[in-house]
């Protein structure tokens, strides 16, 4: 064997001819290949077809039947796609750490987020499959008449939408310690399910079914709902990416960036939704709604990143004469801080969209961003030099909502409002207690004044704290500009 | 061993310069300072927790140093990641396998991972599947494979790139006899193909014959780095034997009468006679000795020298350096 590292090619060379696997990512054969063996995966795939075969059978017997069989069968499809396929991304990356082989696939040339994304294309990809092997009983069912088989094969679009983005959640789960072992995977995905099948299944259906019970969204003759279902796949695209960035930063050691993309293409889009918003382009609601969750998310995501600001992270802002935006969009809750604040710009654009005034207009601007930046400022002081700081940052967030819902609680049963103005001087969360219809000037007044001494403190504290490693990144960016011919 | 900069201008496989690795207040390796030539084998020995693993997982470019400039082949292993793992072959001491797959599956994924494509691909896996002989089981799944065979597999696998420099974390832990020499086979070969290889053993004489060096840590300090031959001399200079004598009769007798010899420094008991160090190894003045033994009316049935080995060594330059043995601790690192 000789010694040929540059034999590693650099860009991939094509495929040989006749061997398909080599056109897809080298983690998506791996993950298919082991995939598709699993009994998990025969035995869904079985059952699925079995349980067809005998709702075909049934429907034959009776037209009448052929209502309550598609109950059944759609209940099914939707527990298979988004419950059961989802739920094995869990194991996806934890799997592999308790292999020991996740190091040695950082060290290929296969990049974390190639990891991840080939996990999940992997789940998507068998539950394709699945949805592929039910197709001949839709049409089955259309042949027997009594449903529409174009609504039919939306709904299994839907269905396989939400699977990806389900496994898309539960992949990025997977990078977490919570899921080393599989009894803790077991637990904790029983938790998951739970939160899928009431939440996820309540939004799903809410979202397919208009009030009359008729399915809104499947009416193609209206170019708004085809509309509507592009921006879903768009939206579901944006969140499945994020996700997977997120995943793909946990695995990889801090010499990698991941942050970045997902900072800048969540506030694009919070960007394009707030114009629509201000421009009063109908739903304004919706945009204002998708908007906030959008840099919510992202907002979430930077205050509790972990820091990276090495030169190769680096050298791509001075590469393109950004160096000062990596204050903002490098890896980090330092610059995720600052990043945070841009957020916060846009969230009161979006209030003004939504002619949010008054009192109200200033509890909403100061409240929900304090929430998000209290814990995180708190997540930095205890999770120093850990590698965990979003299970801090939840863990403190939990804590805070329980505190504070008992305080509400206790508020309105002793109907004595000190109950939840004074924790609000050391949380944020239980100023939401204050506020309700008896409430006055004086006490929304001074829940504005204390959540906005906590949000500014938050910022301040986090900034405090980060100094150093911003300091660190201006000496970085100033070695990159003393230095212009740096490593290609 | 040490590069002379003047000969060389192309930089050293390994350069390590004040590495230091915390986990949280647990100091795992402390400003460790070494230089490892392109083309040699080193062996890097220290007791369980004396850093050994963490040290090779900075190079693999798998852990961040507290501190310190690690530079493999040139490049910064914080740095450049991407290029390191170019040219770094990395063997865990668990191997690292996927049980459902065969072994040629195994090879052939990682040849796909390292973007080696069509003909090459094929080539390359059965370049691996020559070189570590694994015919017989590149067609078995894994979880069926003896631990030798997954060794040699593993190691397959880190060959696949043909990468410049190997770095293996006690590839030949819980391997029988036999599997071991297979190993060591191969390294030899590997060696003599121009690869660096930094190879981490509790066999000290195993990694002596290999060697072309030996990289002693403790306590996260490096605290020898040298020849394995110069390692066969005492460490404290002194020109010493040491004599392993048993005689008929009370072992006493023999303890009284070296304690009187001028020639014997140091005396320690055994069951069935004593140890005895002595200040020469002259071959002439050891038979003088033995002669005298037996003038005086010693009955010696065994007089055996014995042979410094480079666990002595070991263990002299661990005592030298102060606390032997894991730390409290150890546990700690994650």
């Given at each position: 064997?000789?010694?040929?590292?540059?034999?590693?090619?650099?860009?991939?060379?094509?495929?040989?001819?006749?061997?398909?696997?080599?056109?897809?990512?080298?983690?998506?054969?791996?993950?298919?290949?082991?995939?598709?063996?699993?009994?998990?995966?025969?035995?869904?795939?079985?059952?699925?077809?079995?349980?067809?075969?005998?709702?075909?059978?049934?429907?034959?017997?009776?037209?009448?039947?052929?209502?309550?069989?598609?109950?059944?069968?759609?209940?099914?499809?939707?527990?298979?796609?988004?419950?059961?396929?989802?739920?094995?991304?869990?194991?996806?990356?934890?799997?592999?750490?308790?292999?020991?082989?996740?190091?040695?696939?950082?060290?290929?040339?296969?990049?974390?987020?190639?990891?991840?994304?080939?996990?999940?294309?992997?789940?998507?990809?068998?539950?394709?499959?699945?949805?592929?092997?039910?197709?001949?009983?839709?049409?089955?069912?259309?042949?027997?008449?009594?449903?529409?088989?174009?609504?039919?094969?939306?709904?299994?679009?839907?269905?396989?939408?939400?699977?990806?983005?389900?496994?898309?959640?539960?992949?990025?789960?997977?990078?977490?310690?919570?899921?080393?072992?599989?009894?803790?995977?077991?637990?904790?995905?029983?938790?998951?399910?739970?939160?899928?099948?009431?939440?996820?299944?309540?939004?799903?259906?809410?979202?397919?079914?208009?009030?009359?019970?008729?399915?809104?969204?499947?009416?193609?003759?209206?170019?708004?709902?085809?509309?509507?279902?592009?921006?879903?796949?768009?939206?579901?695209?944006?969140?499945?990416?994020?996700?997977?960035?997120?995943?793909?930063?946990?695995?990889?050691?801090?010499?990698?960036?991941?942050?970045?993309?997902?900072?800048?293409?969540?506030?694009?889009?919070?960007?394009?939704?707030?114009?629509?918003?201000?421009?009063?382009?109908?739903?304004?609601?919706?945009?204002?709604?998708?908007?906030?969750?959008?840099?919510?998310?992202?907002?979430?995501?930077?205050?509790?990143?972990l820091p990276?600001?090495?030169?190769?992270?680096?050298?791509?802002?001075?590469?393109?004469?950004?160096?000062?935006?990596?204050?903002?969009?490098?890896?980090?809750w330092?610059?995720?801080?600052?990043?945070?604040?841009?957020?916060?710009?846009?969230?009161?654009?979006?209030?003004?969209?939504?002619?949010?005034?008054?009192?109200?207009?200033?509890?909403?601007?100061?409240?929900?961003?304090?929430?998000?930046?209290?814990?995180?400022?708190l997540t930095v002081c205890f999770a120093r030099g850990r590698a965990t700081p979003?299970?801090i940052?939840?863990?403190?967030?939990?804590?805070?909502?329980?505190?504070?819902?008992?305080?509400?609680?206790?508020?309105?049963?002793?109907?004595?409002?000190?109950?939840?103005?004074?924790?609000?001087?050391?949380?944020?969360?239980?100023?939401?207690?204050?506020?309700?219809?008896?409430?006055?000037?004086?006490?929304?007044?001074?829940?504005?004044?204390?959540?906005?001494?906590?949000?500014?403190?938050?910022?301040?504290?986090?900034?405090?704290r980060g100094?150093p490693m911003?300091?660190?990144?201006?000496?970085?960016?100033?070695?990159?500009?003393?230095?212009?011919?740096?490593?290609? | 061993?040490?590069?002379?900069?003047?000969?060389?201008?192309?930089?050293?496989?390994?350069?390590?310069?004040?590495?230091?690795?915390r986990?949280g207040s647990?100091?795992?390796?402390?400003?460790?300072?070494?230089?490892?030539?392109?083309?040699?084998?080193?062996?890097?020995?220290?007791?369980?927790?004396?850093?050994?693993?963490?040290?090779?997982?900075?190079?693999?470019?798998?852990?961040?140093?507290?501190?310190?400039?690690?530079?493999?082949?040139?490049?910064?292993?914080?740095?450049?990641?991407?290029?390191?793992?170019?040219?770094?072959?990395?063997?865990?001491?668990?191997?690292?396998?996927?049980?459902?797959?065969?072994?040629?599956?195994?090879?052939?994924?990682?040849?796909?991972?390292?973007?080696?494509?069509?003909?090459?691909?094929?080539?390359?896996?059965?370049?691996?599947?020559?070189?570590?002989?694994?015919?017989?089981?590149?067609?078995?799944?894994?979880?069926?494979?003896?631990?030798?065979?997954?060794?040699?597999?593993?190691?397959?696998?880190?060959?696949?790139?043909?990468?410049?420099?190997?770095?293996?974390?006690?590839?030949?832990?819980?391997?029988?006899?036999?599997?071991?020499?297979?190993?060591?086979?191969?390294?030899?070969?590997?060696?003599?193909?121009?690869?660096?290889?930094?190879?981490?053993?509790?066999?000290?004489?195993?990694?002596?014959?290999?060697?072309?060096?030996?990289?002693?840590?403790?306590?996260?300090?490096?605290?020898?780095?040298?020849?394995?031959?110069?390692?066969?001399?005492?460490?404290?200079?002194?020109?010493?034997?040491?004599?392993?004598?048993?005689?008929?009769?009370?072992?006493?007798?023999?303890?009284?009468?070296?304690?009187?010899?001028?020639?014997?420094?140091?005396?320690?008991?055994?069951?069935?006679?004593?140890?005895?160090?002595?200040?020469?190894?002259?071959?002439?003045?050891?038979?003088?000795?033995?002669?005298?033994?037996?003038?005086?009316?010693?009955?010696?049935?065994?007089?055996?020298?014995?042979?410094?080995?480079?666990?002595?060594?070991?263990?002299?330059?661990?005592?030298?350096?102060?606390?032997?043995?894991?730390?409290?601790?150890?546990?700690?690192?994650?």
């Amino acid at each position: 064997m000789s010694s040929t590292s540059d034999a590693i090619p650099e860009p991939m060379a094509g495929p040989a001819k006749g061997d398909f696997a080599d056109w897809l990512s080298p983690m998506l054969v791996k993950e298919l290949r082991q995939g598709l063996r699993t009994r998990a995966f025969t035995g869904m795939f079985i059952i699925v077809q079995l349980l067809m075969v005998l709702a075909t059978f049934i429907s034959l017997s009776s037209n009448s039947a052929n209502s309550a069989v598609g109950g059944f069968f759609w209940g099914f499809l939707a527990m298979v796609l988004g419950l059961l396929l989802p739920l094995r991304g869990l194991q996806a990356v934890s799997s592999e750490s308790s292999e020991k082989t996740l190091d040695l696939l950082v060290l290929t040339k296969l990049q974390s987020f190639r990891i991840v994304a080939g996990k999940w294309a992997s789940l998507v990809a068998q539950g394709a499959l699945l949805a592929v092997a039910v197709l001949p009983y839709i049409f089955l069912r259309y042949f027997l008449g009594g449903v529409n088989v174009i609504q039919d094969l939306l709904l299994l679009f839907i269905l396989l939408l939400a699977s990806a983005i389900l496994s898309a959640i539960t992949v990025c789960l997977s990078t977490g310690t919570a899921f080393a072992g599989k009894r803790n995977a077991g637990a904790v995905g029983a938790l998951i399910s739970l939160f899928i099948v009431f939440f996820g299944g309540s939004m799903l259906m809410s979202f397919i079914y208009s009030g009359s019970g008729t399915m809104m969204f499947f009416d193609l003759n209206r170019w708004q709902t085809a509309g509507a279902l592009a921006l879903v796949v768009l939206y579901g695209a944006f969140l499945v990416f994020f996700l997977l960035k997120v995943a793909a930063g946990r695995i990889e050691p801090v010499a990698s960036n991941h942050s970045t993309a997902r900072r800048v293409l969540a506030l694009g889009l919070g960007a394009v939704f707030c114009l629509l918003s201000l421009l009063s382009v109908q739903p304004t609601d919706f945009w204002i709604g998708i908007g906030v969750f959008t840099l919510a998310l992202a907002a979430l995501d930077a205050v509790v990143d972990l820091p990276s600001h090495v030169r190769s992270v680096l050298e791509p802002f001075h590469r393109r004469g950004v160096g000062r935006l990596a204050y903002v969009f490098a890896p980090g809750w330092h610059t995720g801080a600052f990043f945070a604040m841009i957020c916060w710009g846009f969230y009161l654009l979006f209030l003004v969209a939504g002619d949010v005034s008054g009192e109200d207009f200033w509890v909403a601007a100061v409240m929900p961003p304090a929430i998000v930046l209290m814990p995180a400022a708190l997540t930095v002081c205890f999770a120093r030099g850990r590698a965990t700081p979003f299970r801090i940052y939840l863990m403190i967030q939990l804590v805070c909502t329980v505190l504070a819902a008992v305080c509400a609680g206790l508020a309105e049963t002793m109907d004595e409002i000190g109950y939840t103005l004074f924790p609000s001087f050391l949380m944020p969360h239980a100023g939401a207690g204050v506020l309700n219809e008896s409430s006055n000037d004086v006490t929304e007044y001074s829940v504005v004044v204390l959540c906005g001494i906590h949000f500014v403190g938050a910022f301040l504290l986090l900034l405090l704290r980060g100094k150093p490693m911003l300091q660190r990144m201006g000496e970085q960016l100033g070695s990159l500009d003393a230095d212009p011919e740096t490593e290609g | 061993m040490v590069n002379d900069p003047s000969a060389d201008t192309s930089p050293p496989a390994i350069e390590v310069v004040g590495l230091t690795r915390r986990f949280g207040s647990f100091v795992a390796v402390d400003t460790a300072s070494f230089t490892v030539p392109a083309g040699s084998v080193v062996g890097f020995v220290g007791a369980n927790g004396a850093g050994k693993t963490t040290t090779m997982r900075v190079l693999a470019t798998l852990d961040l140093p507290t501190s310190g400039r690690i530079r493999v082949a040139g490049h910064d292993v914080v740095e450049y990641p991407d290029r390191v793992r170019r040219i770094l072959g990395w063997m865990p001491d668990d191997f690292g396998t996927y049980t459902d797959m065969t072994g040629r599956e195994y090879l052939d994924f990682f040849a796909r991972a390292y973007g080696f494509r069509g003909e090459e691909r094929i080539r390359r896996v059965g370049d691996v599947i020559e070189f570590c002989e694994l015919h017989e089981i590149a067609d078995r799944y894994i979880d069926k494979l003896s631990k030798g065979m997954a060794q040699r597999l593993c190691l397959g696998r880190s060959l696949i790139h043909e990468p410049e420099i190997l770095i293996m974390d006690e590839p030949a832990a819980g391997l029988d006899p036999r599997a071991r020499i297979d190993l060591k086979n191969l390294i030899r070969l590997l060696a003599d193909s121009g690869k660096t290889v930094l190879i981490s053993s509790h066999i000290l004489s195993e990694l002596g014959e290999m060697c072309d060096s030996l990289l002693f840590i403790n306590n996260g300090k490096i605290i020898h780095h040298g020849d394995a031959e110069d390692l066969l001399q005492d460490t404290t200079g002194k020109v010493t034997s040491i004599l392993d004598v048993q005689v008929l009769g009370s072992p006493e007798s023999l303890q009284n009468w070296a304690s009187m010899v001028p020639a014997v420094e140091f005396v320690e008991a055994t069951r069935h006679g004593a140890r005895l160090e002595i200040d020469t190894t002259d071959r002439g003045e050891i038979a003088k000795l033995l002669r005298r033994m037996v003038t005086d009316g010693q009955e010696v049935v065994e007089f055996r020298r014995q042979e410094r080995r480079l666990e002595d060594a070991f263990v002299d330059i661990v005592a030298a350096d102060g606390i032997t043995g894991p730390r409290v601790g150890d546990d700690q690192k994650s």
